[in-house]
């Protein structure tokens, strides 16, 4: 009796422990799924601009919130959201701030995924087109999805290779098209993960199949343990042909890399009011031949391409009745296009330089703004529509000292420029206003005030 009571309490006492032990098992598996939900428990959403011909375009939910706005080669800052449907749609505002319709896209939000939403092609009738992934917990490593977007739908074989490495020791990742995004495959895995290892690399392009390089990027330093996405773009703005490699993480921050061949290029403009012509030698550069040309009073160059480096510019008046300009520094990186303004303070040649956008011209117009007055300081830029005075006008610049830059975006309308100062009893002085015109070009403008043969001494230039 006595042995089979204690058959059946150890019986029991075994069932018990096993329960606890399935419990136990159970509560580890829940705690365990909690934590990995924990990371990225919502659904995420992002939107990037490819469009190279487009203009400055707003995503938002169909009669709710606005996920912000995105220039070419620019992307939103990343939203988390509910899972479920969303209709989205996409906006511009015109010249008379008015909203203008251009497409509708529904997406499929998924808790733990990513949604990037990209905008692609002619910007007269746009691809939208949302691609999708899982978001991972990582550590010491990341993943890297790319993706083509060039206007004429062109593929490219993709092969990468750690920093200082050449590209006969780079890895071939894939072919990179605008049918689908690729998630790339680390070559060199270890036991911890099967993903990228942080640090610098170099990427490489090649015609699909050709072992011949197009583009070699400059290092791509990867920090950060998360997914990357790399989308290959054309340029646009003052440089009219060549790619870029865009990376996009989960801000709003897109770091854009050029070609490490890629030429850049300048335009000269003489806005002294000289007689005599401006003799200018550009060169300097190892490898290159310098250049010589002349400029008139108030002639601007066409844009030159020459290869990236830094170069020095001497300009001498033919007359010999000013000081010279001697071996000014102008460095010209790969992809980069600037413009030299030549002036004249104190009967001595000087130079301004700026950087001209790599943004689209053709709905919003990028103006560079440039004082040249040298005697005037704090000169202020009113951009004024018909229906506008510099005291209710949209667009200004303020406060530029002799010989500074800004820029500011315009939509493509007709503005009088008005330029002025304070004098010394804060009262407003004007230096010189234009009649009504049109930025509507796609071209790169740049707005002047210079000393003039005027009633006020000086003149408004626009350039482009």
């Not at 993960?193 to 400059?218: A, W």
């Not at 403009?269 to 400029?295: H, I, Q």
Request: proline share 2%; charged share 25%.
């Amino acid at each position: 009796m006595q042995s089979t009571f204690q058959f059946l309490l150890g019986k029991m006492k075994i069932h018990l422990a096993l329960l606890m032990l399935l419990v136990l098992s159970g509560l580890t598996g829940c705690g365990g799924s909690d934590s990995t939900e924990s990371d990225y428990s919502y659904a995420y959403l992002q939107f990037y601009n490819a469009s190279p011909n487009g203009a400055n375009v707003e995503v938002r939910e169909v009669d709710g919130d606005s996920f912000g706005l995105a220039q070419f080669g620019d992307a939103t800052s990343m939203f988390s959201l509910d899972d479920g449907e969303l209709v989205l749609e996409f906006i511009r505002t015109d010249a008379d701030d008015q909203e203008v319709f251009i497409d509708e896209l529904t997406v499929n939000l998924k808790s733990g995924y990513k949604t990037v939403v990209i905008m692609s092609g002619d910007f007269s009738a746009p691809v939208f087109t949302a691609y999708s992934y899982e978001r991972e917990t990582l550590e010491n490593h990341f993943r890297l999805f790319a993706l083509s977007v060039v206007a004429n739908n062109a593929s490219y074989d993709l092969y990468m290779s750690e920093s200082g490495d050449p590209f006969e020791a780079a890895n071939f990742l894939g072919a990179v098209t605008t049918s689908d995004m690729l998630e790339l495959t680390f070559w060199d895995s270890d036991e911890d993960s099967d993903d990228f290892d942080e640090g610098e690399y170099t990427i490489y392009l090649t015609e699909p199949g050709s072992d011949e390089v197009v583009f070699e990027s400059q290092t791509l330093d990867f920090i950060y343990s998360t997914e990357y996405l790399i989308t290959l773009r054309d340029v646009s703005g003052a440089i009219q042909e060549g790619l870029v490699v865009d990376t996009i993480l989960n801000s709003s921050t897109v770091s854009s890399l050029t070609d490490v061949e890629a030429d850049s290029q300048y335009r000269i403009y003489n806005s002294t009011n000289l007689e005599a012509e401006l003799n200018v030698t550009f060169g300097g550069n190892t490898n290159e031949e310098d250049v010589s040309f002349t400029l008139a009073a108030g002639e601007l160059s066409e844009f030159s391409a020459i290869r990236y480096g830094d170069y020095r510019v001497s300009v001498t008046d033919s007359s010999g009745a000013i000081a010279p300009l001697n071996n000014k520094l102008i460095t010209l990186n790969q992809g980069e296009s600037k413009a030299v303004l030549i002036y004249n303070a104190d009967d001595k040649l000087g130079a301004a330089t700026f950087v001209e956008s790599g943004l689209p011209q053709a709905y919003d117009k990028t103006v560079n703004f440039i004082n040249l007055a040298s005697d005037v300081d704090d000169v202020d830029f009113y951009l004024v529509r018909h229906d506008e005075t510099i005291d209710t006008a949209e667009y200004n610049v303020q406060n530029l000292e002799f010989a500074e830059s800004a820029s500011e975006v315009l939509p493509s309308d007709y503005y009088e420029v008005i330029a002025v100062y304070e004098d010394d009893n804060d009262e407003q002085v004007l230096l010189d206003r234009t009649a009504l015109f049109g930025f509507n070009e796609e071209k790169n403008y740049i707005v002047t005030v210079e000393p003039a043969d005027t009633p006020t001494g000086y003149e408004i230039n626009v350039l482009y």
